[in-house]
């Protein structure tokens, strides 16, 4: 059973710095491009991140670009979001989705107050 399940979330003033990850079994995780999504409260679920499967190639949204990083270790098979300078707008839920397999996990609530 495909499984993803993320954690790190909280909550930070602005300027500050969280790292999410997300644990995934089920599958072989190395061969699988891995990809963060948000989902802000009223609005749509916003790209956050990508990376393909060495985690030498990685996207970003325009919104987020130069202050967040994702990362993976297959050894692990997880996959890293490292926020920096969080500021109110980035809070919503951030999901890890495995695009090639349509799955999700279940969120990780981020909250970042002024």
């Known amino acids: 059973q495909v499984r993803l399940v993320e954690s790190g979330g909280g909550t930070v003033q602005a300027g500050g710095s969280l790292r999410l990850s997300c644990l995934a079994s089920?599958?072989?995780?190395?061969?699988?491009?891995m990809s963060w999504y948000r989902r802000a409260p009223g609005k749509e679920r916003e790209l956050v991140a990508l990376i393909f499967t060495t985690g030498a190639i990685a996207n970003y949204g325009d919104s987020v670009k130069g202050r967040f990083t994702t990362s993976r270790d297959n050894a692990k098979n997880t996959v890293y979001l490292q926020m920096n300078n969080l500021q109110p707008e980035d809070t919503a839920v951030y999901y890890c989705y495995v695009p090639s397999l349509s799955t999700w996990g279940q969120g990780t609530q981020v909250t970042v107050s002024s």
């Open positions: 089920g599958f072989t995780f190395s061969n699988y491009g």
